[in-house]
């Protein structure tokens, strides 16, 4: 129906298995060059570096989604909009509201209002 709002388990997932396997790739090819004279040395040691820096990246990026995803709390909100004077109101989302729906009457002119819009916040920014 509509895009997920959050990143799905699977997609960070994925973004963790392909750091991990940038990182293994690094160390091998690290490996290989250490055969290859003080050059190659200091080429393997930059490749273990990074790939140890990918590592760290990943796990980090991995638990940050996860936090994000399940700890902050938000806030729902409905719009309001009277389909005669154009008049609008931002509410707290309340049970029962979907888009389309007629709501509380107008105060300017007693017509029921529709709700146009419902979106959701961090409850953070409020
Ligand atoms: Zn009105």
Redesign the pocket.
């Given at each position: 129906m509509s895009a997920p709002k959050r990143p799905s388990s699977a997609a960070k997932y994925a973004n963790l298995v392909i750091g991990l396997v940038l990182a293994a790739m690094l160390i091998i090819i690290g490996s290989q060059s250490f055969t290859q004279g003080l050059s190659g040395i200091l080429l393997g040691v930059a490749s273990y570096l990074a790939a140890g820096a990918l590592i760290y990246l990943s796990v980090m990026n991995y638990y940050r989604i996860s936090y994000y995803s399940s700890h902050i709390p938000e806030k729902t909100f409905t719009v309001l909009r009277?389909p005669?004077?154009g008049?609008q109101v931002t509410r707290e989302f309340a049970v029962g509201d979907y888009v389309g729906k007629q709501a509380e009457a107008?105060p300017?002119?007693g017509?029921p209002m529709l709700i146009v819009r419902i979106y959701v916040l961090p409850a953070q920014t409020q």
């Open positions: 009277c005669t004077c008049y107008c300017k002119d017509t």
